[in-house]
């Protein structure tokens, strides 16, 4: 059976963009700089993202997300990596002629649950990713998320999207891996049930 993680990068006070995210700036004002580790990388920094790369067999997103980066200049026909399935949680799907790849993004109005039952039929073995904080806090919360991995960036943002809000309790994690370079420190964490 598949895993269902997320893998982000966040600010040590735990923000995943800057604030006021719009179209043309996803990662908010001054979001992106949480992103410099990408720009420079560290021989381990790229350990880490080649780990990430090729284990992808579905991704689960919010429909902001979505909205934010589908088509010119997003991701054009694809989605976050390429043309894996997307799972897109929303309330209401957009209508089919505005999709632009509507063989890569399926929209699913029925809830957390039903999405990640059809990201883990897509995906098989490979990974279910999971794209932005609000489909994450949405597995955690539930109890379907397997794995996070956290990309920690030495700055302090102030203010954003919090990665960890609306979780509504506890969740014991267990660390599997952590790898510290000059850019960034990779956590990799077992979700525990």
């Known amino acids: 059976m598949s895993t269902v993680a997320a893998a982000i990068t966040m600010s040590l006070d735990g923000f995943v963009t800057g604030p006021n995210v ?22 381990r920094d790229l350990e880490v993202l080649s780990g990430m ?26 989605g976050p990596v390429g043309r894996t399935p997307c799972f897109v949680l ?19 109005t029925t809830g957390i649950h039903s999405a990640v039952e059809q990201a883990r039929a897509t995906a098989g073995n490979k990974v279910v990713a999971v794209h932005g904080a609000s489909a994450a806090q949405q597995c955690i919360a539930v109890g379907l998320m397997d794995e996070i991995q956290i990309h920690l960036a030495p700055v302090l943002l102030g203010d954003g999207t919090r ?5 509504g309790g506890q969740f ?7 790898v510290a370079t000059p850019n960034a420190t990779h956590l990799r964490f ?4």
């Open 22 to 43: 719009t179209r043309a700036r996803q990662l908010g004002e001054g979001g992106d700089v949480l992103h410099r580790w990408l720009e420079t990388p560290d021989p």
């Open 53 to 78: 790369g090729e284990g992808a067999g579905a991704v689960l997103m919010g429909r902001r997300s979505y909205d934010l980066a589908e088509g010119d200049g997003g991701w054009y026909d694809a």
């Open 90 to 108: 929303t309330h209401s799907a957009p209508h089919p002629d505005t999709v632009r790849a509507p063989d890569v993004f399926t929209f699913v």
């Open 163 to 167: 990665l960890f809000d609306h979780l």
């Open 172 to 178: 014991p994690l267990e660390r599997i891996a952590a």
């Open 190 to 193: 077992r979700v525990l049930r």
